[in-house]
């Protein structure tokens, strides 16, 4: 018995740095209110990527950009969530695999633990997210409807930084322009807007839910080699537009940091109420 209790205390001593690491760069993990939440690696997925049912529970534009291969898209926010859930699994009898944009991002965990709080089983968060998935396997990955995915394409985030613009340099420099020079674009949905752009008479909008509006403005920018100012909700967003302005060979744009609440943010301050 002294040697069973001996080893067990070797080997708890020896996993204790594991489990440590496997926890590191995944916050979503250590949060007491995730904790039942079953995740599975990125390697072991993909070795059995055939036994599960693939979920992407981020946005349909964000979707639409990059995704594992015969991912289906049920986002998190939606109100028929575990309905939608619960069809697939009725469908394909498989376990599901949740995912979104990885390590510090919550949703694929939000979707298990409402998936296991409706009482449907064999549920998991793969946390290591999507980015992750595109550069260890372009195979199984797709970006903007084309695969492999080539990791070169992937847009870094110094990239994406290289064109962010605090909310005050961005309203000066998108209303000092000469109008037939600049196009200010808000791109947030009809929710966020709620019928109030920040720039009245100068701006347009198309939100991403109408990409043909939006594409027919990045079109016309391009060809009067107009400078875009383009804003959304709260600064995420743009980087899955930024996918867009890519393929269509547009280079100079311009977002605003953390947007609409960034520019709320920064008048708040300026009124001595932060």
């Not at 926890?23 to 979503?28: M, R, V």
């Amino acid at each position: 018995m002294r040697h069973l209790t001996t080893f067990f205390l070797i080997a708890l001593t020896l996993l204790a740095p594991l489990t440590a690491q496997a926890a590191e760069g995944f916050p979503g993990r250590q949060l007491e209110k995730y904790k039942k939440v079953p995740v599975i690696e990125l390697e072991d997925l993909y070795q059995r990527l055939n036994a599960f049912s693939i979920v992407d529970v981020r946005s349909p534009f964000e979707y639409a950009t990059l995704r594992i291969k015969g991912a289906v898209n049920i986002p998190v926010t939606a109100d028929n969530f575990e309905r939608a859930v619960e069809d697939l699994r009725s469908q394909t009898g498989k376990p599901i695999a949740f995912y979104c944009n990885g390590h510090t991002c919550m949703k694929s965990y939000k979707a298990a633990k409402r998936a296991m709080a409706a009482g449907i089983n064999e549920v998991y968060a793969y946390d290591a997210g999507i980015f992750d998935w595109a550069r260890a396997h372009p195979e199984e990955g797709e970006l903007l409807g084309k695969s492999p995915v080539d990791p070169k394409h992937l847009i870094s985030k110094k990239t994406f930084k290289a064109h962010l613009l605090d909310p005050d340099t961005f309203s000066d420099k998108a209303t000092a322009a000469a109008p037939k020079s600049r196009m200010i674009i808000d791109i947030r949905d009809t929710f966020q807007r709620a019928g109030v752009g920040f720039y009245p008479g100068l701006e347009r909008w198309a939100s991403l839910e109408n990409m043909k509006k939006l594409r027919k403005y990045l079109k016309k920018a391009k060809a009067q080699k107009r400078t875009l100012y383009i804003y959304d909700n709260v600064g995420k967003q743009v980087r899955w537009l930024q996918y867009e302005l890519q393929a269509q060979g547009l280079k100079d744009y311009w977002f605003m940091e953390k947007g609409a609440k960034g520019y709320y943010d920064m008048l708040g301050e300026q009124a001595g109420l932060r």
